[in-house]
C-alpha cells in the first residue's frame, strides 16, 4: 500500500499551476505599472514577445514529452493574448472601438486562437486540454459582450448557437473530444438563454402583430429548429425524437399564444381542440415517432386538468355560498360566482385528459381499453355534473347526480372478478360521499343520498365478484350509515345527541352477523369519533355513555356466541357492562369503591374457584389472586387515608377470615393477601399513636431485630463450616 500523502505526478501539477498563475499576474502588473511609460513601439514590443514567448515555448515544452509544464503555458498564453486584444483595444489600436465590442472580438479571437493549439499535433504527441476547453469559455465571453454590443440577444444568440454546432461537428470530425464538449455547452448554455428570452418576448405582448410582425415569433421557430441539433451531431435518434418533440411543443405554443388575451372561452376551446390533436397523433402513430407528440399532449392535458380544477374551485365556492348544515330548504338553489371557465368544455376536457393519459402509460397488457372505459366514463361524468353545478341549478340536482354517479361506478366495479376493480369501487363509493357532503344543506335531501351510499357499500360488501371490493364496500359501509342516521336525528328532531348509539347498533350489529375485521374495525372506529360528539351534545352525558358501553358490551357478546373465531369477544361483555354500571354509580353519586369493585371481585373469585374445583393442580395465585387483590386493594388505599373508620374494621375482618381460610385450606393466594393487607392495616392503625411511646422502646426494638439477625448470620456460618469440614475429611 503506498504511503500517505501527496503522489510524485501531483507536485508538478501544484507547482506549475502556481507558477502560471504567477506569470499572469505578473503581466497584469506590469502592463498596469509600465504602460504609461512605453510608447506605442515598446508597448507592441513587449505584449508580441510576451505573447509569442509563451506561445512557442508551450509548443516546445510539449513536444519533449513535458505535457504539464505545456498545458500550464498555453494556460497563459490565452491569457496574454487576451490582455494583448484588450489592452489594444483601449489604446484604440483598432480606431474607436466600444467595449463591449471589443470583448465580443477579444473572445472570438482568443477561441480560434485556442481552437488552433487545440488541434496541433506535434510529432505524434496527444492534443493539449486546456486550450480546447478555454475555447469554449471564449465563446461564452464573447457572446455576452456581442449581446451587449449589438442589443439584438435573439439574432445574437441563434447565430453563436449556430457558429456551436459547426465547432463541434468540425471537431468532432478532427476528433478533439474536449473541444467538442466545451463548445456543445457554451451552445446549449447560450441556445437556453436565447429560448427564454424569446418566450418573455413573447408573453410580454402575446397579440399577433406583435408575435409574428415585430415580435419574436421568428425566434421561437428557430429555437425549435436548433432543438434537433443533439440529435443530429450526436446521430442518435432517441435525442432526434426528443428534440423533435420538445420543438413540436415549442412550435405548438408559439401558434397559439395570440389567443391567450381572447377570453377564458377562446382559451379553453383553442387548448382542448390543439390537445385533443396531439392525442389523436399520439393514438394513430405506432412506431417510436409518437414520442414527438408525447410533450405537447402532456402539456395540453395539464392545462386541461387546470381548467377542470378551477372550475370545481368556484363550484366548491357556489355550494359554501348556500351551505348551512340542514337549514336550507329542499329545492334550495346554488348561487355565488360565475365560472371562470366555459363550463360547456369541461366534459370534453376531461375526455380528452384519460384519452391522453391513457395513450401515455406503457400499453402492456391487451385489454387496456376495457380497463380504461370505466376510468373514462367516471371522469367525463363527475366533468359533466361540475358543468350541471357551474349554472343556477338546485342542489339537490348536483347531489343526486353524484349519488348515481357513484353507484354505478360501485357496482361495475363490484361486478368483476380481478381485484384491481376495487379501485373504481372505492373512487364509486368516494363519489357516493362527496355526493352525501353535497347533499348537507338539507337534512331529507341527505337521508336520500346516505340511503343510496349505505345500499351500494352494503351491495359491494355482500356480493361484490373480487375479495377487494369486498373489503372496500366493507370500510366504507359504517361512515354510510353514520350519514343516514345523522341526517335522520335532524329529521325527526331527535338531536345529535343520540347518534352514537344507533350508529354502533346498525353498523356493530352488521359487524357481529358478519366476523369481518374491515367491518368490525370501521363500525368500532366510527361509532367511537361519533360518540365525543354526541355526548359534548347531550344534557346527561353520563346515561348516554352507559347505555353505548352496554350496546357494545351486547354486540361484542353476541358476535362471540355466534362465531367460534370471535369467542375471546365474550370475555369483554362483562367488563363492558361492569364499566357501564360504573357509569351510572358515579352519575347516581356513590363514591364507595366497594360499589364497584367488590361486583367484578366476585365474579373473578367465582370463575377461579370453579377453575380450581375442575382442574385440581390449578394453583390458587393463577386462580383467586385476581380477585382478591381488587376485593382489598381499593379498600385498603380509602382505609390509609381514614383508618378510624367502619371500612376499616371490615376489612380487617376480612383479612383475618382470609389468612385463617388460606391456612386451613392450604391455599397460598388468601394466606399471603389475608396476612399482607392485614399487616398494612395493623401498621396504619398504631402510626397514630407511635409518637406516643418512649424512645427507648424504639431503640430496644431495634437492638432486639439486630441481635436476632446476628444470631442467625452465624448459626449458618457455622453450619457451613461444618459442611466444609465433613467434605475434607470424605477420602
Known amino acids: 500500500m503506498p504511503p500517505p500523502g501527496m503522489t510524485t505526478s501531483s507536485v508538478p501539477k501544484v507547482l506549475l499551476g502556481l507558477g502560471a498563475f504567477c506569470l499572469l499576474v505578473a503581466a497584469v502588473i506590469f502592463l498596469a505599472v509600465s504602460w504609461s511609460t512605453l510608447g506605442v513601439g515598446g508597448r507592441t514590443a513587449v505584449l508580441a514577445a510576451l505573447t509569442l514567448g509563451f506561445g512557442i515555448g508551450a509548443l516546445v515544452l510539449h513536444r519533449f514529452g513535458l505535457r504539464i509544464a505545456g498545458e500550464s503555458l498555453s494556460v497563459v498564453t490565452l491569457g496574454m493574448l487576451t490582455l494583448d486584444l484588450l489592452g489594444a483595444g483601449a489604446a484604440d489600436w483598432f480606431g474607436t472601438v466600444a467595449g463591449d465590442t471589443m470583448t465580443a472580438v477579444a473572445g472570438g479571437f482568443v477561441a480560434l486562437a485556442a481552437a488552433g493549439m487545440g488541434a496541433l499535433r506535434l510529432s505524434g504527441r496527444p492534443h493539449l486540454v486546456a486550450p480546447q476547453v478555454i475555447a469554449g469559455i471564449a465563446i461564452l465571453i464573447g457572446y455576452l459582450g456581442a449581446v451587449s454590443a449589438t442589443d439584438h440577444p435573439l439574432w445574437t444568440g441563434h447565430v ?134 408525447m410533450a405537447p399532449a402532456a402539456t395540453g392535458s395539464l392545462l386541461l386538468l387546470g381548467q377542470l380544477v378551477a372550475a370545481a374551485g368556484v363550484v366548491v365556492a357556489r355550494w359554501v355560498e348556500v351551505a348551512d348544515g340542514f337549514g336550507r330548504d329542499f329545492d334550495v338553489r346554488l348561487q355565488g360566482p360565475d365560472q371562470v ?110 340511503c343510496a351510499s349505505v345500499l351500494v357499500a352494503a351491495i359491494a360488501t355482500l356480493a361484490a365478484r373480487n375479495a377487494a371490493s369486498r373489503v372496500v364496500g366493507g370500510v366504507a359501509l359504517a361512515p354510510a350509515i353514520l350519514t343516514v342516521v345523522t341526517a335522520a336525528a335532524s329529521l325527526t328532531d331527535l338531536g345529535g345527541a343520540w347518534v352514537a348509539v344507533p350508529v354502533l347498533a346498525v353498523a356493530g350489529g352488521l359487524a357481529a352477523l358478519l366476523p ?49 373465531r370471535r369467542r375471546a369477544l365474550v370475555a369483554a361483555t362483562p367488563a363492558l357492562w361492569l364499566l357501564a354500571s360504573w357509569v351510572w354509580l358515579v352519575d347516581g353519586g356513590v363514591r364507595a369503591p366497594e360499589a364497584y369493585t367488590l361486583p367484578a371481585a366476585a365474579v373473578l373469585l367465582g370463575v377461579g374457584l370453579h377453575r380450581l374445583r375442575r382442574v385440581p393442580s390449578a394453583g390458587t395465585p393463577a386462580a383467586l389472586l385476581p380477585g382478591l387483590l381488587l376485593g382489598t386493594l381499593p379498600s385498603l388505599l380509602w382505609v390509609l387515608e381514614d383508618p378510624l373508620s367502619l371500612r376499616a374494621l371490615l376489612l380487617g375482618a376480612a383479612c383475618l377470615g382470609l389468612t385463617l381460610a388460606g391456612a386451613v385450606l392450604r391455599w397460598s393466594a388468601p394466606l399471603v393477601v389475608g396476612a399482607t393487607v392485614g399487616a398494612v392495616l395493623v401498621l396504619r392503625e398504631i402510626g397514630p399513636y407511635a409518637g406516643e411511646i418512649p424512645q427507648w422502646v424504639w431503640i430496644g426494638l431495634a437492638g432486639l431485630i439486630l441481635t436476632i439477625v446476628g444470631i442467625t448470620w452465624e448459626r449458618q456460618l457455622l453450619e457451613l463450616r461444618k459442611a466444609v469440614g465433613a467434605i475434607r475429611r470424605l477420602r
Request: aromatic share 4%; hydrophobic share 60%; with cysteine.
Open 341 to 450: 371557465v366555459e363550463p360547456l368544455i369541461l366534459a370534453p376536457s376531461a375526455l380528452v385528459v384519460v384519452l391522453a393519459l391513457a395513450l401515455l402509460l406503457p400499453q402492456r397488457q391487451r385489454g387496456w381499453l376495457h380497463t380504461w372505459a370505466p376510468v373514462t366514463g367516471l371522469l367525463v361524468a363527475l366533468a359533466g355534473t361540475l358543468t350541471l353545478a357551474s349554472y343556477d341549478v338546485p342542489v339537490a340536482a348536483v347531489a343526486l347526480t353524484l349519488a348515481a354517479i357513484g353507484a354505478a361506478a360501485t357496482l361495475w366495479g363490484a361486478s368483476r372478478r380481478h381485484d384491481a376493480n376495487a379501485a373504481l369501487v372505492g373512487a364509486g363509493l368516494a363519489v357516493g360521499f362527496v355526493g352525501d357532503v353535497c347533499a348537507v344543506v338539507n337534512d331529507a335531501l341527505t337521508v336520500a343520498t346516505g
Open 160 to 293: 453563436v448557437t449556430v457558429l456551436c454546432i459547426l465547432a463541434v461537428l468540425g471537431a468532432r470530425a478532427l476528433g478533439l473530444t474536449p473541444l467538442a464538449w466545451s463548445v456543445a455547452a457554451t451552445g446549449g448554455l447560450v441556445g437556453g438563454l436565447t429560448l427564454l428570452g424569446g418566450l418573455l418576448l413573447s408573453l410580454d405582448e402575446p397579440t399577433l402583430e406583435h408575435l409574428w410582425i415585430d415580435g419574436s415569433g421568428w425566434s421561437l421557430l428557430a429555437s425549435a429548429a436548433l432543438l434537433h441539433a443533439p440529435g443530429v451531431v450526436l446521430r442518435h435518434r432517441t435525442l432526434l425524437l426528443a428534440g423533435a418533440s420538445g420543438a413540436a411543443m415549442l412550435v405548438t405554443g408559439a401558434a397559439t399564444l395570440p389567443v391567450v388575451d381572447e377570453g377564458a372561452t377562446t382559451v379553453g376551446l383553442v387548448t382542448l381542440g390543439v390537445t385533443a390533436a396531439w392525442t389523436v397523433v399520439l393514438g394513430a402513430v405506432r412506431s417510436d415517432a409518437r414520442v414527438i407528440a
Open 516 to 564: 369481518r375485521l374491515e367491518l368490525e374495525f370501521s363500525a368500532l372506529g366510527v361509532s367511537a369519533l361519533a360518540l365525543p360528539v354526541s355526548l359534548s351534545l347531550a344534557d346527561a352525558p353520563a346515561p348516554l355513555l352507559a347505555l353505548w358501553l352496554v350496546v357494545l358490551g351486547a354486540l361484542t357478546g353476541a358476535s362471540g356466541l355466534l362465531h367460534s
